[in-house]
């Protein structure tokens, strides 16, 4: 595969591969657990660090594995990363730990995680395999964050706890029920095409401005 630069790895992750947007995987947990902001904030890091976890022991032991057997083993890697993970919020974050409950075991069958160690991981630098694991999970979380905030702005006209719709704010109840994650997640989704057709409109606009190439010196001709 090309290489690509720390600023394609970066913008890749946060929004044109993005896990949610581009690619629409991930959707057990985010439909699930983004009831509130901060349960998506919450989940978004456990994945972000089973991913940077995981990204950087696949590439660390990428030469080392058969080719018949790395899928299991990009899953056993996974899982003990999970585990850690399952364990350290139960000891130190026990009220989101039971909010997330299932979900954060989970993660072990996460497409986005999987998918990013046979893709990328497998087949770059320890350093650019860390790199891609830190922002692929950041994109992952600003799509929770995006559509716990709406579900809870929505649903119960607060965020983060605290009341900012008034008094006279009548919640939609809907939005914090299951059918609520799916049709926030459709405006939020249209939200991200309209960015790109407009990204893609200036960048075709800034392409025709562009001054033309300068044409290279011709050769001078052989004299008889």
């Known amino acids: 595969m090309s290489e690509m630069t720390n600023r394609e790895i970066i913008e890749s992750g946060l929004w044109t591969n993005n896990a949610v947007f581009a690619q629409l995987l991930g959707m057990c947990p985010l439909l699930g657990v983004t009831t509130t902001a901060i349960n998506g ?4 890091l456990a994945s972000l660090a089973v991913l940077l976890g995981a990204n950087v022991v696949v590439s660390l032991i990428r030469n080392y594995i058969p080719t018949q057997v790395r899928i299991p083993s990009y899953i056993v890697v996974i899982a003990s990363f999970v585990t850690i993970v399952d364990l350290v919020m139960n ?4 009220d989101l730990h039971k909010v997330l409950g299932l979900f954060i075991p ?3 069958v996460n497409c986005a995680i999987l998918g990013r160690a046979e893709a990328f991981a497998s087949k770059v630098s320890v350093s650019k395999a860390a790199l891609d694991g830190v922002f692929s999970g950041l994109g992952f979380t600003l799509a929770l964050f995006l559509l716990g905030a709406a579900r809870e702005i929505l649903g119960a ?3 983060f706890g605290v009341d900012i719709m008034g008094e006279s704010f009548h919640p939609v109840i809907g939005f914090v029920l299951p059918p609520g994650a799916f049709i926030a997640l459709g405006f ?3 939200g991200v095409k309209w960015i790109d057709a407009i990204r893609e409109e200036r960048a075709e606009k800034r392409k ?3 001054p ?3 044409e290279p010196p011709k050769e001078a001709e052989a004299t008889a």
């Open 188 to 190: 939020i989704l249209m």
């Open 208 to 210: 025709k401005e562009a």
């Open 41 to 44: 904030i919450g989940m978004g």
């Open 212 to 214: 033309p190439a300068a």
């Open 91 to 94: 000891a130190f974050m026990h």
């Open 157 to 159: 006209g607060q965020i």
């Open 106 to 108: 989970l993660i072990v």
